[in-house]
């Protein structure tokens, strides 16, 4: 862990892929973050969704590479991830 000279805890930036998905019982729109490597736009995955995670279906829209948390409009830690491809 680092600290900062006055006292506090540095914070550390994370970089990982995130994915815009539709789900497609619903055509909601959802951020998810994407540790598969063999995803593409148009894939159909399973994604944890809803209060009780239940796995869904959606499309991938979009993936971006290598995004910076502090870049990111929703904490990193509020996403969840795909679970696989279908």
Known sequence: MIHS???????ID??????KVKILND???Y???CELGDIKID????VPYG???????????RIDKNVNSKN???KFEKLK??????
Do not use: H, M, W
């Open 14 to 19: 994370k970089v990982c892929d995130i994915a």
């Open 81 to 86: 991830k795909i679970y696989k491809k279908i």
């Open 51 to 61: 209060r009780l995670d239940e796995l869904t279906q959606a499309q991938i829209l």
């Open 31 to 33: 951020y998810y973050i």
């Open 5 to 11: 000279l006055a006292g506090g805890e540095l914070r």
């Open 72 to 74: 990111f409009p929703i």
């Open 43 to 46: 894939d159909i995955v399973l």
């Open 27 to 29: 055509n909601s729109i």
